[in-house]
């Protein structure tokens, strides 16, 4: 079963599909085609607004993956999937150092020297009546010792 988001992402990817030219949509081998087919959303409705340009539909972050992998492997000339290739692994390592900057190991002990410091002794008193049986107890030992 292919998760729910990936579902409605391969309904926006036919959506979009449908707009090429009989021959560029004919690049695309029968078996991509069908594979979206059986995992979209059949459910989900994705209105393409004609009047807007690609950037400015609301498609999702799954779906322009979809089409960049789309684009790269049917479409792209040999210069446009260098240069393609080159904007993914600039991306990836930029993901991969926030990642290494959010779980790094080196901050750990920092954060327990932003811990406030302010830590004092508090002095013990007594009660009075633990005073006073502790005045009894101590003339009953005198008294026995």
Not at 3 to 17: D, F, G, I, R
Not at 118 to 126: L, N, R
């Amino acid at each position: 079963m292919i998760n729910s988001v990936y579902a409605k992402s391969y309904t926006e990817v036919l959506a979009l599909l449908k707009c090429l030219s009989k021959e560029e949509y004919s690049k695309i081998p029968k078996n991509e085609i069908d594979f979206l087919e059986e995992n979209c959303d059949k459910e989900y409705s994705f209105e393409l607004d004609k009047s807007k340009d690609l950037t400015e539909q609301n498609v999702s972050r799954e779906a322009n993956a979809v089409l960049v992998v789309l684009y790269q492997k049917y479409f792209a000339s040999e210069e446009q999937k260098e240069k393609l290739e080159t904007i993914l692994m600039q991306n990836y390592k930029k993901d991969e150092e926030k990642k290494r900057q959010l779980y790094s190991n080196k901050d750990i002990f920092k954060k327990k020297e932003e811990l406030p410091k302010e830590t004092q002794m508090i002095e013990y008193k007594e009660s009075v009546i633990i005073r006073f049986i502790n005045s009894i107890k101590n003339f009953w030992r005198k008294i026995f010792h």
